[in-house]
């Protein structure tokens, strides 16, 4: 082996001089890269804390277990179990009674409604329901637990401070001590929160549920869904497959490009000017909010799918020519299945980005107190995000917890759909 | 054209699958301003859950964008109902007429404080609405006296008057689309600017001047608008206790506890005091229920029967707990006289 000649030497002796600050460049862009990792992560890590940290207690509510005695006499007088006659009987009297049964010795109108404000006004239609699907009970004496108000809830959960003077405290000093008699007495407990998952909006925190903005949610992507797959499906493959290349396309695929990046107030804009106004659809229903953001989405879904369509390997169209399949049939039974899963992703991708939206919805009335809870897609019905819009904007503590409660349901319903994502590619994925 | 509008029609209705025709409402649709919409909604939930109708659907747009859609019509697809934070102007009634929205009912349901508030932590302040004024104005008289306007030269609360702490001016506020900032504007700054005789003087001879000078806020960092949403000014003064903040009566009654309300002319924010119309910065709610619809859509009527009704709207009614201020007794009569009979207005 013979020795290197100069110049090589020289080169040699050139590139290790320089190794120590190349490997030192190296080792600065790996950290900086760790950082902003960490970074990041650090950001979610605060994020995910405060939200389950403020959220979680929302699953759960303060109940009180009351013995109400189901007078005959004041709820159905006749004794003839009309439903009609039952639905309107005055069950709040009776949820009265077993409170000032509880505590005999309080008087005075004042101290009495005081009393009565501890449990929920919703108390009187839970027992109303359940003397409704059962009217055998009526004229015995039933175990009722009914949801707390949601002061009394505040303060079980440690959110109103019981050694705080009496004038900063929602919970008066009469009202703590009776709390206190329900405690020893283990009247009063916490229990799962069902009704945060049955009912629709309420402005009484305690009654407050999540079911209505959940549903508006799903009816409102199951249109979006409906229409826009298939449409931005359909307009890829054309662009892709089909469509010449010239001048016009050129033009679409740039107007298709800026589209994706319009303001998403701007749908919400046109939905009003033409859904609303010129369809007569009706406001705040699902299939205007459907509407609106399939406007929305389908600018990222046929980028998507285009990209998708591209990645397949021009070999599996050629191959189907060769052995005689017309285009149409090369594209729908080689090209399709295969660019399917990216499409997929990217339809996925489409629909968290809808879920998560609240601008185009304020314009087409979706931002409203909607009680009922949807049963279709004409129905008057708000999203999730608007949901917790409204929460937050709230002026009862209690909504603090509910807001943040229905910030988690958002990110688990965000979450499922990326994992399905995830798991549609991995089923059908192919590499080459 | 209209071929166009078949075509397009035709071709929506193949997408939806069938054609809707929106040919009935069976829920009473109410629009309008985010400061009546907390009351609005306790009424609406209540009314669906005690009487056969459905729950009414209240959106909340502002009152002036209530007021527009409400205006734009009569028919299913307009709303009956709009909630306004102030009387409608003269003007939106003559948009309304031309719209063939004639006979409008007006229900005034009670008085909502403004507070300006700090956190517990801080000192007690005795504010006037003068002091506010120089505090939160982008120009004020200048300091060492004559007529003249200048950019607000004070830093520190002590710099307006003596009395007040030596802490920087810094008061969280609703942005300028609020109903909240248009009455603060009009109660407070308005009112404390027309203390100085020159700038009154003003309002006759150049009232584009005078309302210049009087409702423009400070840019420099004194007023930070801190969006709409009034629980994130409370939590902000919690955590800041040199700044004050503004912001509607029922966030200081539901959070007590964490802050307090200044004085204002010496008199404290307090449910009798706004009551009884000796606390300065209060202003009227409203509703505007549309009479053409009373009787097409079901529910408007008895919605206006359970809002005027005693157990709602009277002095210790469940509204009352939310922290709306009741009306006084003669007004309150009045008003559920004119629901009873459903009045329009002239």
Redesign the interface.
Known sequence: MSEPSQPVRDSFARVEAGMKRRRAAERRFRFFGKCAVGLGLGFLVILFVSIVGNGYSAFWQTRITLEVTIDEASIDPSGVRDPAVLQAADYGALIKQSMRELFPDVSGRRNR?ALYGLVSNGAS?DLRDRILADPSLIGTTISLSVAADDDVDMLMKGH??RG?PE????IKDNQLAWIEKLEADDRIGSAFNLDFFSNGD???PELAGIRGALMGSIYTLFVTLG?SFPLAVAAAVYLEEFAPKNRWTDLIEVNINNLAAVPSIVFGLLGLAVF?NF??????AP?VGGLVLTLMTLPTIIIASRAALKSVPPSIREGALGVGASPMQAVMYHVLPLALPGMLTGTIIGMAQALGETAPLLMI?M??????VPAGV?D?ATALPVQIY?W??????AY?EKTSAAIIVLLLFLAAMNALAVLLRRRFERRW | MNKAKFAIAVLSAATLGSAYAQSARDYVSIVGSSTVYPFATVVAERFGKSTPFKTPKIESTGSGGGIKLFCAGVGVEHPDITNASRAIKASELEQCAANGVRDVIEVKIGYDGISVGHAKSAADVDLTRQQLFLALAKQVPDPKGGDALVDNPYQTWKDIDASLPATRIEVLGPPPTSGTRDAFVELVMEKGCSEFPFIKAMKKSDKGAFKNICHTVREDGGYVEAGENDNLIVQKLEANPDAFGIFGFSFLDQNRDKIKGSNIEGVAPEFETIADGSYPVSRPLFFYVKKAHVGVIPGIAEYLAEFTSTKAMGEEGYLSERGLIPLPKDEYAQVVGKAKTLTAMK
């Open positions: 409604i239609f109103i401070d705080a004038a900063d405290r929602r309420s402005r009484e229409l609303i369809f007569t659809l009706p406001r705040s299939i009335g931002v409203a107190f909607i009680a009922d004409f008057p409204l937050a904007d709230s002026p009862e503590r603090v």
